[in-house]
Structures are given as C-alpha cells and as structure tokens.
C-alpha cells in the first residue's frame, strides 16, 4: 500500500482531500482509482488507511477505513549533527538516516566545512526535506524526521547537551587513551527511550579546538573503529551501532 505524509489540515473527521501535486503522482504516476486502499500520515503518530473515493484533476478524496498507530518509530531518539558536505553526500545522509530511524538531523556549520554559510545551506533546505519525505515513505517511517536550520558548531553543542546523550565520533580517538567504546557509553546511559545526538565532521573532520570545546559542553567522543570513514558514512554507522545496541533493530 503507498504511503504519504500529509498536513493534517486535510483530513476531516473520516475524510481526507489530497491537493496539489500529489494528485498527479497518484492519478498519472501511481495510477490510483476509486477503491484503491493508500495509507496517509499527518505526522500525529497515527496511520490511516484510506479507500479512494474520487479521482480528478484537482482533488483526490477517500474516506478513513483504519486508524492505527504509526509503526516505524524506534524507541531511541537520534539526532544527526552533521557537518555539511559538497555535492549529494549530505543528501545521502539524510535519505540513509531516514532509512535507519534517526529522528532529527541538523545541518552542522563547522571550522571545515567547505560552505561555511548559513544562507547557502538553508538555500538547499526545501530539497533536503523532500529526500526526506520520500524516504520516509518508502521505508515506512511513522513520522516524518524533522530538518531543522543550519547551526554552527558551537551553539550546536549548546543545544545537545539539553538533550541527553551527546556523542562525537573523532578518527583520532581511536588512538587516546581512556576514550570510552560507543556500547560502554550507551549502556551507562541506562535504559532506552533515550535521545541521542551524534556530531559528524565534514570531509575534512573536526578540528582538535572543536573536539575540546565539545568535551566542555558534555559531548562525549567516541570512536567507530580504526578505520577512517567518510563523513556521510560515519553518522549511519553511529546510528545503526546505536540502534542495534538498543534494541531498536529487532
Ligand atoms: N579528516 C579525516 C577524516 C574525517 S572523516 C581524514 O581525512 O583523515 C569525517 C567525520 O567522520 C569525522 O569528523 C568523524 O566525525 C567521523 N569519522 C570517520 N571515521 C571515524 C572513526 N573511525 N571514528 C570516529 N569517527 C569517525
């Protein structure tokens, strides 16, 4: 059954009217007819199963057959502070994190980032969030991860350390002493629903002066092994190794 985000505006009492331009992607793309079943989402942490009623050109209406709760969720909040990138990696980021569960990811402005400016970040703001719509669709997400505004880096540490568990993965912890390993640092943690938030570096990493000053605010650095990763591919590894270790991958 397709699956769509909806604004919750749309629904009224057991009906739902579709608008814009999701009714040519149902009518001409999907092909969807009067007694087709859909699922929508109005990000209330509800499902509703809809049987079509009308397709036009304007409008697609149907009525709620099913009201459920939204599966799809993981138990661990997880947000994703990362560095932005060049190119589509940052968007990979976004539709893999959306894949794997993360709720919340933060576009990061740090010392490295090749676009440093806030402006030029929020410009790409409505594309990012339609990745994420479509993934979160396709992999059946219960509510839609929020994208909120680019932040630099240190106001960014402000904000996670409010927000429970914060974690930096560095490359170079691999080699400090005493840097703690990501499972004894969750399972200190204590029991999950817990909120987790994960800063990644951009291409180049995080500079010494941002890991110390991250330490300060409570960010606890950890390490994903001996191997250096690309940045878009460190904060999935981090989620997924989160997620497992909770028990959210079951
Ligand atoms: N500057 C580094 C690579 C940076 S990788 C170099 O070229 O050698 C980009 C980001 O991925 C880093 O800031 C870090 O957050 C994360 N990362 C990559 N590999 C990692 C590892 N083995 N352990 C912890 N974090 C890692």
């Known amino acids: 059954m397709h699956r769509f985000f909806i604004p919750p505006d749309w629904l009224e009492e057991d009906k739902v009217t579709i608008v814009g331009s999701l009714v040519h992607q149902m009518r001409n793309v999907l092909r969807l007819g009067p007694g087709d079943h859909i699922v929508v989402l109005d990000d209330s942490g509800w499902e509703r199963e809809v049987e079509i009623a009308r397709v036009g050109k304007e409008h697609v209406s149907g009525q709620v057959v099913d009201k459920r709760p939204a599966s799809g969720e993981p138990r661990t909040q997880i947000t994703l502070y990362q560095g932005v990138l060049k190119g589509r990696r940052f968007e990979f980021a976004l539709q893999k994190g959306t894949e794997l569960g993360i709720v919340e990811f933060v576009p990061l402005i740090s010392d490295r980032c090749v ?18 719509l479509e993934a979160a669709e396709q992999s059946r997400r219960g509510r839609l991860p929020r994208l909120r505004p680019a932040t630099l880096f240190r106001l960014a540490c402000e904000n996670a350390r409010r927000e429970g568990l914060s974690l930096i993965p560095w490359e170079e912890a691999h080699d400090m002493e005493g840097v703690a390993s990501l499972r004894s640092v969750l399972q200190e943690a204590g029991q999950p629903p817990l909120s987790v938030s994960i800063f990644v570096g951009p291409e180049g990493g995080f500079t010494p002066d941002e890991v110390a000053l991250a330490r300060q605010y409570g960010v606890t650095p950890i390490t994903l092994g001996p191997r250096i990763l690309r940045a878009e591919t460190a904060g999935l590894v981090a989620a997924a190794a989160i997620l497992y270790e909770l028990g959210d991958l079951e």
């Open 115 to 132: 676009i440093a400016n806030l402006d030029d970040v929020d410009k790409k703001r409505e594309r990012w969030q339609r990745i994420i």
